[in-house]
């Protein structure tokens, strides 16, 4: 009796066992299949997003002007950023979405703040937010064809002051050539030589919008790795479409970068333009030409501090670029010699803070500053900022 009791009991516990198996089965496989389903949706999930690259920038700014002039206007004129003067601003706060695929890429930028404001023309206001909106596609390997508002790889610095290595702009950038909206096509030959070229319209302040075509080449050699030369052609006929005039120009921009030691970096750019009926009266049909350029020189002490020095100039004899201005019985266009130094502090990799002096010099009597009373301008810069 005894035995039997215990293959009761043990027959008991094996039946209640399978009785809870029973009731438990189909919540496991139905968690089960939840959890795979969950599964599966994070890889799909994983899988798209891992072509995206994400970003955040925002930079401030003050531009402290040392002159004891008073100025009916608080703009700075020439200014591609730190517009405004004697006040607390901010340059830029934007937004970057990129997509990087073996065939399919995108670039999407959306920006607001000081500079894209008064940088876009009155007939171009609907794309100051734009920094730029493109696609492209791989047609065979290191070859890309790419369409839509496009960065212009005419000049080295930007608006977008963490791009440069002294916060403002010089006076030749600021009348160089903006974005394009049209198509590019760029191949890579090898490491050390790379092109193509863009067809489109350029949005810039000179001539702004004008519903023609142009077209830019652009080419980059590297010699050697610490070496640089840059290229960059832009053709095409500056007038509106309803003129019954063309100006057919020419824009050349000539780069060069060096680091002779890790720690200094030279930069120097030379920018010269032609265009055909374009010069000053009594003959209007001549060739109007300009010229502009900088030299640059950074020395990094760490990696958290640096320190940068540019001399700039700008000749525009015949008013191509600039305005027309008459002083001291001379009719021109725009002439300006300029220096500027700047101190850099990066706490992180990903920001920086910098105290920086700018000196900048028009044509004796030409007045251009201060609401035309001053031919020259004085001013501390403080610009501070991140990009993640």
Same mark, same amino acid.
């Given at each position: ?37 969950? /599964? ?9 997003? #891992? ?9 401030? *700014?003050?531009?402290?002007? @040392? ?18 003067? /004697?006040? $607390? ?48 596609? #791989? ?84 010699? $050697?790795?610490? @070496? ?81 020095? #540019? ?42 803070? #910098?105290?920086?002096?700018? *000196? $900048? ?8 500053? *201060? ?18």
């Amino acid at each position: 009796m005894h035995i039997i009791d215990e293959l009761m009991s043990r027959l008991a516990a094996i039946l209640f066992i399978a009785f809870q198996l029973l009731i438990i089965h189909p919540s496991a496989v139905a968690q089960h299949k939840a959890d795979s389903l969950t /599964d599966e949706v994070k890889s799909k999930i994983n899988n798209t997003f #891992r072509y995206f690259t994400f970003g955040f920038y925002i930079d401030t *700014y003050i531009n402290i002007t @040392l002159d004891n002039i008073r100025d009916t206007s608080n703009l700075i004129p020439f200014s591609s950023n730190c517009p405004v003067r /004697d006040q $607390i601003r901010m340059n830029h706060a934007a937004l970057e979405v990129y997509y990087n695929a073996d065939k399919v890429r995108g670039k999407l930028a959306l920006q607001y703040g000081d500079a894209p404001n008064l940088l876009a023309t009155a007939n171009a206001q609907f794309i100051k937010t734009i920094r730029q909106a493109n696609f492209g596609f #791989r047609i065979v390997n290191n070859l890309w064809i790419d369409m839509g508002y496009l960065i212009n790889p005419i000049g080295y610095e930007s608006s977008w002051v963490v791009i440069n290595q002294i916060s403002t702009v010089t006076i030749g950038g600021y009348f160089s050539f903006g974005n394009v909206l049209g198509i590019k096509l760029s191949y890579k030959f090898n490491e050390k030589f790379s092109g193509g070229i863009m067809a489109g319209d350029p949005y810039t302040l000179a001539h702004e919008q004008n519903n023609r075509l142009g077209a830019i080449v652009f080419f980059t050699y590297k010699p $050697i790795p610490n @070496l640089s030369l840059t290229y960059n052609n832009f053709f095409g006929n500056a007038a509106l479409r309803t003129s019954e005039v063309k100006e057919t120009g020419v824009y050349n921009n000539l780069i060069v970068t060096y680091n002779p030691i890790p720690k200094v970096a030279l930069v120097g750019q030379f920018d010269c333009a032609f265009q055909n009926n374009s010069s000053m009266p009594p003959d209007t049909t001549n060739v109007a030409g300009m010229y502009s350029g900088f030299l640059q020189a950074r020395y990094i002490f760490s990696d958290h501090f640096a320190v940068t020095t #540019r001399y700039e100039f700008f000749n525009d004899p015949n008013g191509l670029l600039s305005d027309i201005y008459f002083y001291d019985g001379k009719i021109r266009g725009l002439l300006t010699n300029g220096f500027a130094l700047e101190f850099e502090y990066k706490p992180v990799k990903f920001g920086f803070i #910098r105290a920086g002096y700018k *000196y $900048i010099h028009a044509n004796k009597g030409n007045n251009v500053y *201060y609401s035309n009373t001053s031919d020259h301008m004085n001013a501390l810069i403080f610009t501070a900022g991140v990009r993640f």
